[in-house]
């Protein structure tokens, strides 16, 4: 297999659409434990979900991404295990305590680090590869020729292909003060907000969960003139991130990606995607431009 | 109880010394390579041999940060950097690079290794893994952890714990934040932040803009936990961080003295301290701060109370730094003293001495390099002779009296 096609997933009755349209995994998000405004599962819903993914040909992908405190750390731990008996295919992890957890029970082939803005470095990829991890994500703030490298480097690299990509994450609930300070009304778990910074453009959606208050890029990445080479460099997991989009767009994106991971035809498929969602930021992000210090 | 660390920033040599001076018992400085805030001046090696020999005059530690999130690029000269510290002296890198961690072990094996708050180091069993997989000597706890949390941290896992208790926040999780990539293209994970989490957002709901009275903005408030320094020394943290790598002199001295005195009053009572004592050390730790406070995460996550929604909140910019002493004339009792904000005759000043309660004298005259009085001062970084009625020392500082 050229790579996994995995796509975020807030409604199982879609399982077996997203399988037709090309994806090899739906990630699923485990309540109480993500960093993400994905529509979550409590545990016990999520193993009658791996069942029911698995029926329909799809591997699972655990999130729970958060950084968890003193408190709900060994629970954390606890749900993942019962998940890894219930047969999920993966946890996507940033806390270094389920990797340790994970390691004292002999499953680190099932765990995906995704440090989010962390993963930069070949070197630091490969401890993590070395460490036994099924996945290494990295990060989405590097050039292509980065992401290149630190694929070539190791043979389990991941890539954030397409989606929103969270810029921050506050332990603090922003949205809440914020209104607060100004009398307005909840807005905590509520979609569609958006900041727009004062000399820009952009429209960065924000989102307030229990746990913290992310802010996301003010353009859906997208990888279409990445992906031959990012297959050749040996990337082994494609990620698209389905929140905020519409239906009929995810399961176009997931049939483009798919096309490429099958050496199929490409050209008319981008041509008449960039065509219909015109209307979206789609961007490169930072593939063509590097960061300075 | 139990001794407890106080850790100090430093920018650059004198500051280092100052923070040396003042009572520090180990400074944490950056290299010009390796380190976040790329706007402090940072030290050459050269600074970082002198200030590890200084530093051992007093018995004081150095803690170099190697703390960005690194590119491939960024590693080269990075073992012959690492070999220098250890060489030099220092005691402990701070790291947030699993990488850097496994390169200093194979390559620099006396220098400990802190892993970096960029980590956000949340829970014991976080801390564990780093201790086993990475050989980590001690975690800067992340910002996020409360009080209850850090107690518990410190009680269950068998590795050292450092915490913050004062200077800049922030808003978000270390180390997790690219608005400044976005915004300025600068990586904030290699000292470029631009601080965008304090600049002005319009908010919308859908295509309804929700902030038409007053603009989103998340930039926190200081850090202040004096109220904390008991119950963390309780707890069996083992190091009381300050930030403040930027931060000038004078904030260095007032703030590094002020919580070496309020930290030597309770290991000495053993008890926490009367609300009198403790309104007097804070009101000498916010001598030396210009921007505004809160408790962080200590008593619960904060809400509205721990942002700055106001614009221009740095408005308030402390001038009670006056100048510092270059030398004192025990025969004339005089003082040649270089200036730093505006002061006029008569006015009362206060001394900042390493080791020495504060002292404080009015100003009858002032002279100027030319031998004339004057007098005002206005001119920053001026030499002056002024008459003082006691014994000064070169470096001591030089503020307004209140």
Known sequence: MNGKLSITCENPVLFTEYRQAGADEVILALKDSCFSPLKAYDKEEMVKLIEEAHQCGLDVSVLMNRLFHENDAAKACENMKRLIDAGADGIIFADTALAYTAKREGFMNRMIFQPETMMTSSFDAKVWHDLGTQAVMISSLLTKEEVIHIASCIDNGGVNVHGYQMMSVSGRPLLSAYSDHRGLYPLKNKGNLFLVEEKRDGKMPVYENDYCTMVFSDYIQESFDEMKAFMKAGVKRFVIDSWMLKETCIKDTLRIYRAYLDADQTEDMVRAYRETYGELPLSSGYYEQKTVR | ?402
């Open chain 2, 1 to 402: 109880m139990r001794k407890v660390e106080l850790l100090a920033p430093a920018g650059d040599l004198a500051r280092a010394k100052t923070a040396i001076r003042y009572g520090a018992d180990a400074v944490y400085i950056g290299g010009q390579l390796f380190s976040l805030r790329s706007r402090a001046s940072n030290f050459t090696m050269d600074d970082i041999r002198e200030i590890c020999a200084f530093a051992k005059d007093y018995g004081c530690a150095i803690h170099v940060t190697v703390n960005m999130i690194p590119h491939d690029e960024d590693f080269e000269g990075l073992r012959e950097y690492l070999i220098k510290l250890q060489e030099y002296g220092v005691k402990a890198i701070i790291c947030a690079s699993t990488a850097i961690m496994k390169i200093a072990r194979e390559c620099a094996p006396k220098l400990e290794i802190h892993c970096s708050t960029q980590m956000s180091v949340t829970n014991s069993l976080a801390a564990k893994f780093m201790r086993e997989e990475f050989g980590v000597d001690r975690v800067v706890l992340a910002r996020e952890c409360t009080m209850e949390q850090v107690k518990e941290i410190t009680a269950n896992c068998d590795i050292e714990t450092e915490a913050f208790i004062h200077g800049g926040m922030c808003v978000n999780y270390s180390g997790r934040c690219t608005l400044s990539n976005r915004m300025t293209l600068r990586d904030a994970n290699r000292g470029g932040c631009a601080q965008s989490c304090r600049w002005q957002y319009h908010l919308y709901d859908e295509d309804k803009e929700i902030s038409d009275d007053l603009l989103f903005t998340s930039g926190s408030k200081d850090l202040f936990a004096a109220d904390m320094i008991y119950d963390l020394i309780e707890a069996g943290v083992s190091s009381f961080k300050i930030e403040g790598r930027m931060k000038t002199e004078y904030y260095i001295a007032s703030v590094i003295s002020a919580y070496r005195h309020l930290i030597d009053e309770i290991l000495e009572t053993g008890k926490p301290l009367s609300a009198e004592r403790m309104a007097y050390h804070k009101k000498e730790i916010l001598r030396g701060e210009n921007r505004e406070t809160c408790i962080g995460f200590y008593q619960g996550v904060p809400g509205s109370e721990s942002i700055i929604y106001h614009p221009n909140s740095d408005a308030s910019v402390n001038h009670d730094f006056l100048a510092t002493v270059k030398s004192y004339d025990d025969t004339k009792k005089t003082a040649v003293i270089e200036t730093r904000n505006p002061f006029d005759v008569n006015e009362a000043f206060e001394v900042l001495s390493p080791g020495r309660e504060n002292r404080s004298f009015t100003v009858n005259s002032i002279r100027n390099e030319d031998g004339e009085y004057i007098e005002k001062s206005r001119k920053p970084m001026a030499l002056l002779e002024i008459p003082v009625p006691f014994e000064l020392r070169a470096e001591d500082i030089l503020r307004r009296a209140r």
